[in-house]
Structures are given as C-alpha cells and as structure tokens.
C-alpha cells in the first residue's frame, strides 16, 4: 500500500509546551488506534518554541479516512480536552494551517 507524507502547523498557547507534552506522553490508545484505522502513521509533533508553532508530520494511506475524524467522538473528545492549550476555531477544532512539500530528498 502506498502511502503520502503530509504535513501541517498548529498553534500553542504560549507557557504550554510542557502541558502539551505531558498530555501527548500518555496518549489514549483508542485515539492512537483510531488514528491508525484512519490509515495514519510515523505521525510526529515538533515544537518551534520561539513562535509556539506546532508543525506535525505523519504517513497516510491514499485510501485513508482522515476525513471522518472530525466527527468521531474520541477525536472530538481529544481536541476538548487540549482547547485550553491550543488556538482552536470557534467550530472546536484546533487550527491546523496545512504546508506543502516544497523540497523531498530520500
């Protein structure tokens, strides 16, 4: 199965970073699993502390179901729970800014 590289950039209250570690740290594993049924992996979180930017990383299938997760209960559960640590859209969803791949080298 073939899969695709995307990435995106989310936005951290400031004097958060630690908080959103620690919540990272012990993820839960229905959300872990649900991300993996959506087709998602090698999914990574980097912080650029001086802008408190966000910038993930993950793997997907082509077939994934990433579009149905924003109306999974656990997902939405997930972003209540990180609202107060993150800059979020009045629909509830964190504000994710997607970035295109400008340079690839294996």
């Known amino acids: 199965m073939s899969t695709e590289k995307v990435a995106f950039r989310m936005f951290l209250i400031p004097g958060c970073a630690a908080e959103y570690q620690r919540r990272h740290a012990a993820i839960w594993p229905e959300l872990s699993a649900l991300l993996r049924a959506a087709g998602v992996s090698d999914y ?30 656990v997902m ?31």
């Open 44 to 73: 990574s979180i980097y912080l650029d502390q001086e802008h408190h930017v966000l910038f993930a990383t993950l793997r997907r299938s082509r077939a994934h179901g990433m579009d149905a997760l924003p109306a999974h209960p």
């Open 76 to 106: 939405r559960r997930w972003w209540a729970h990180m609202a107060d640590i993150m800059r979020y859209g009045a629909d509830g969803t964190p504000i994710v800014e997607p970035l295109p791949c400008m340079f690839h080298m294996d």
